[in-house]
């Protein structure tokens, strides 16, 4: 049940797009497409923001996207708006536990 | 609307035991598995448990085996988590959050690890 691996912190301008990666396994991440992505504002609780590595939740903003690619999964926010500063983490679902990344600061500069 | 509710957090000695619970409303509970999250204050997410529907499957992450046990009352639609033997490192605001489904089939719901809905948290504080 080792973390899944993320950047610490990643920044981008309003209107930019960025990515955010998320490395594991063939144990998890690339052994299940059930990967997921949580925004999470200071104080708040997290948001589930995608689901099974690509799929929106309804009401999520459709500038919010996922993808995967062998044992690394990536969140990527295009047109980047001041109210997406925030804490995002990844987790991978392996039928038996979760596994949640360290978590990436996003700032908008 | 969907609301958890998380309660029975607060300060606790080491080895002490406590136990939180979460009320749930809004949908049927005994449809779908829940899962306990917790957070030590500054830090990153930390799964702890999940629960199935019917709470016949359990399991937890290698560092509270053995130590906390996560349950269910599905007539009071409420979750639990009993914390026993309890250290410094259970610091934390604990979180109980609704699992997304793989799949249902009639009233049952099997556990897809997605979290989508999410309780405000309740802090424990391990501390002499």
């Known amino acids: 049940q080792s973390a899944l691996t993320q950047p610490a912190s990643v920044s981008g301008s309003p209107g930019q797009s960025i990515t955010i990666s998320c490395t594991g396994t063939?144990?998890?991440?690339?052994?299940?497409?059930?990967v997921s992505w949580y925004q999470q504002h200071p104080g708040k609780a997290p948001k589930l923001m995608i689901y099974d590595v690509s799929n929106r939740p309804s009401g999520v903003s459709n500038r919010f996207s996922g993808s995967k690619s062998g044992n690394m999964a990536s969140l990527t926010i295009s047109g980047l708006q001041a109210e997406d500063e925030a804490n995002y983490y990844c987790s991978s679902y392996t039928s038996s536990s979760v596994v949640f990344g360290g978590g990436t600061k996003l700032t908008v500069l | 609307q969907v609301q958890l509710v998380e309660s029975g957090g607060g300060v606790v000695q080491p080895g002490r035991s406590l136990r939180l619970s979460c009320a749930v409303s809004?949908?049927?509970?005994?449809?779908?598995?829940f899962h306990w999250v917790r957070q030590a204050p500054g830090k990153g997410l930390e799964w702890v448990a999940v629960i199935s529907y019917d709470g016949t499957d359990k399991y937890y992450a290698d560092s509270v085996k053995g130590r906390f046990t996560i349950s269910r009352d599905n007539s009071k639609n409420t979750l639990y988590l009993q914390m026993n033997s309890l250290r410094a490192e259970d610091t934390a605001f604990y979180y109980c959050?609704?699992?997304?489904?793989?799949?249902?089939?009639?009233?049952?719901?099997?556990?897809?690890?997605?979290?989508?809905?999410w309780g405000q948290g309740t802090l424990v504080t391990v501390s002499s």
């Open positions: 809004g949908f049927t509970f005994s449809t779908y598995g």
């Open positions: 959050a609704k699992d997304l489904p793989r799949y249902c089939r009639g009233d049952s719901c099997y556990l897809g690890g997605g979290l989508d809905y």
């Open positions: 063939s144990s998890d991440v690339g052994g299940y497409n059930y």
